[in-house]
Nanobody, 115 residues
């Protein structure tokens, strides 16, 4: 069955950085678009970033463009999200997902941006 396991979240000050990882199993990772989505307190799931199966195409939500970088390692079946210049409104649970809507996603990792 599909398994997506995120890690790397934590508490960081505004302007800081974090790198999230997601290890995938149970499906053909190298053949799949992959996504990061997030859920801020009291809000629904929101698209963050997507990456094509070969890693050559990435798309981002306007709110994170220029600050976040999505990448992947198809040998390690791992998806990454490098988050720089973090802001308080980036506080959320971050999920890796097989789809843009976050229907098939992992358990999530908490990112809190606060001084």
């Amino acid at each position: 069955q599909v398994q997506l396991v995120e890690s790397g979240g934590g508490l960081v000050q505004p302007g800081g950085s974090l790198r999230l990882s997601c290890v995938a199993s149970g499906f053909s990772f190298a053949s799949s678009w992959m996504y990061w989505v997030r859920q801020a307190p009291g809000k629904g799931l929101a698209f963050v970033a997507a990456i094509y199966r070969d890693g050559m195409v990435q798309t981002y939500a306007d709110s994170v463009k220029g600050r976040f970088t999505i990448s992947r390692d198809n040998v390690k079946n791992t998806l990454y999200l490098q988050m720089d210049s973090l802001k308080s409104h980036d506080t959320a649970v971050y999920y890796c997902s097989k789809d843009r809507q976050g229907v098939t996603r992992g358990q999530g990792t908490q990112v809190t941006v606060s001084s």
